[in-house]
């Protein structure tokens, strides 16, 4: 075996597309974990949103990270919005959701290698 075969391949895709695609992953995850909520007040999902932000910090490199971030803040109110329909806590949610993934991301870069 070489190591030629071990190293990472670099994707071509645009920031943007990247953004675009976490976006609407993050709406997807947000309106799940949402219509769990609503079938039943008693569950209590993981907050998958969160934690796509929390690895999106933590994998890609700090230049890459508004465009990423931002897109999957509007994938999250979207999905509030659909869901719940239009109030301030719409943004004031996902901009919490984006401060814990902040903090969890950046905690991970500095204890794991």
Known sequence: MTTETLQQVA???PRWVNGLLLGLL??????????LIKVSGQISPLWFSTAL???V????????LP?????????VTCANALVLGMSFSNLKFPLVNLLQALMGGILL???LD
């Not at 993050?26 to 219509?35: A, Y």
């Not at 465009?67 to 994938?75: A, E, I, K, Y």
């Open 67 to 75: 465009v990423l971030l931002m897109s999957c803040v509007l994938g």
């Open 26 to 35: 993050s709406f997807v995850v947000t309106f799940f974990c949402l219509e």
């Open 53 to 55: 932000m929390t690895i």
């Open 109 to 111: 870069r500095h204890l």
């Open 57 to 64: 910090v933590f994998r890609n490199p700090s230049r890459d």
């Open 11 to 13: 994707l071509s895709r």
